[in-house]
């Protein structure tokens, strides 16, 4: 067999990349109209892999782009730690001197620049106008990765810093003259405006110039034609219900798909036809810290929502012990905010049921993940997130939904059967 076709870690190469037909569309929009983007979205939706696409000069050409202006910079921002302005700039120099390699004059600016101490914004703005003066339709690209590392201080990042450092970008994006020589693309986990230094009382918020774009899963119909059609080169012959099990476990997610076809992939190499359960149980092991990541990079409220999502479908699942959670949809509509950033960040999805709306998890490993934090809760840690039910519901919400909670935990060996109806619901009968 060939080597493996999917790529559970890192960007996928242009040659193996599906979908997110309309974010290239949206990406190259912004590209020719002089704009700048922020896509968001969960950990392991593929946000690195869209970025990566774009350095590729053939993907440019499908566009209908001419690559030979563009001078292109991708960095991730985790790769610079601590991060500081000085960092980030020097990086973004460092990387722009290789593209530039035969562009002897445009270097000697650059290497004046990373020669001095300090990066200020009159040198990038040096650069710019050298770029300008140069080629009249040449641009910068930046492709900034996992940007929110630019948007939490550090040791050696204040938030005054931050702030300047956020306004100094957003002046050179937005001048009239060297902005056309500039454009930035950037991604991070949540919205930009949900994200960053307090805001002041005056003056323009420094995201203002960013369009957003949120990552969500794949469709089904796309997941279909990249990973179970035949003439596609990540096409795997399973059976039937194996591949609807692993339809249900990812439900489109990105990462998680390429996970389970890595692990099908490999099977299939060692000469091992896999069965569902063996299967559920190796992705698991496999993509724990997906979820974990997911979690941990949620909020407080958002992580209340959540376990209040899989307890309202854990009702009628206790056994003999039945419980109610009274007021949930009331809770629900007064965090509609907030749970449409969960589905926008394709971690939860809704739809219409008897006449109102029913949340659920896209992907039923991630109900699981949420469903074994419950049980792994206890009355001191259910003590600390008090102050959180306050911060989302009424004093008589918070004394209900606390009840429900002690008495899911009194029951918890009914709750660690139904933490295992999720393997037992994909499991052949």
Request: aromatic share 12%; hydrophobic share 35%; proline share 4%.
């Amino acid at each position: 067999m060939p080597n493996n076709p999917f790529f559970p870690a890192g960007p996928v190469p242009p040659e193996y990349f599906i979908g997110r037909k309309s974010e290239l569309r949206f990406a190259f929009d912004l590209i020719t109209k002089n704009l700048h983007g922020a896509f968001y979205g969960s950990p392991g939706m593929g946000k690195s892999s869209l970025l990566y696409l774009l350095t590729y000069s053939e993907i440019w050409q499908q566009q209908g782009q001419d690559y030979s202006k563009s001078l292109i910079v991708y960095l991730n921002c985790t790769n610079i730690n601590p991060f500081t302005p000085y960092a980030f700039w020097q990086e973004v120099l460092i990387l722009l001197k290789e593209e530039v390699e035969d562009n002897d004059e445009l270097k000697a600016v650059i290497d004046q620049v990373l020669e001095g101490d300090t990066i200020e914004k009159t040198d990038i703005r040096q650069i710019l106008r050298k770029i300008g003066k140069q080629d009249k339709d040449k641009f910068l690209l930046l492709l900034i990765d996992d940007y929110d590392s630019a948007l939490k201080t550090n040791t050696e990042y204040t938030e005054v810093e931050m702030v300047t450092f956020l306004s100094e970008f957003r002046n050179l994006a937005v001048d009239p003259k060297l902005g056309r020589h500039l454009r930035t693309i950037v991604t991070t986990f949540r919205r930009l405006n949900e994200l960053g230094p307090t805001l002041p009382l005056s003056g323009s918020p420094w995201y203002n110039h960013y369009i957003f774009q949120p990552i969500k899963p794949f469709s089904k119909a796309e997941v279909l034609e990249g990973f179970f059609t035949s003439t596609s080169p990540r096409f795997i012959r399973i059976k039937q219900s194996l591949q609807e099990g692993v339809l249900k476990i990812t439900d489109g997610h990105p990462q998680l798909l390429q996970n389970a076809g890595y692990l099908l992939y490999e099977r299939l190499q060692d000469g091992e036809i896999p069965d569902l359960e063996t299967f559920i149980k190796d992705f698991q092991g496999r993509t724990e810290q997906i979820f974990d990541n997911i979690w941990q990079l949620s909020t407080d409220e958002e992580q209340i929502l959540l376990m209040l999502i899989a307890l309202s479908r854990l009702e009628g699942n206790l056994g003999k012990k039945s419980f109610a959670l009274r007021g949930i949809d009331n809770i629900f509509s007064q965090k509609e905010r907030e749970l449409i950033d969960l589905e926008e960040r394709g971690i939860i999805q809704k739809r219409e049921e008897d006449w109102k709306t029913v949340y659920e998890f896209t992907s039923s490993m991630m109900e699981w993940w949420v469903l074994r934090e419950i049980e792994n809760s206890d009355e001191k840690e259910l003590k600390k997130r008090e102050k959180v039910f306050l911060r989302l519901m009424s004093r008589e919400q918070v004394e209900g939904v606390t009840q429900v909670f002690k008495q899911v935990w009194k029951y918890r060996k009914a709750v660690e059967s139904f933490v295992n109806i999720i393997s037992r619901f994909l499991s052949p009968t």
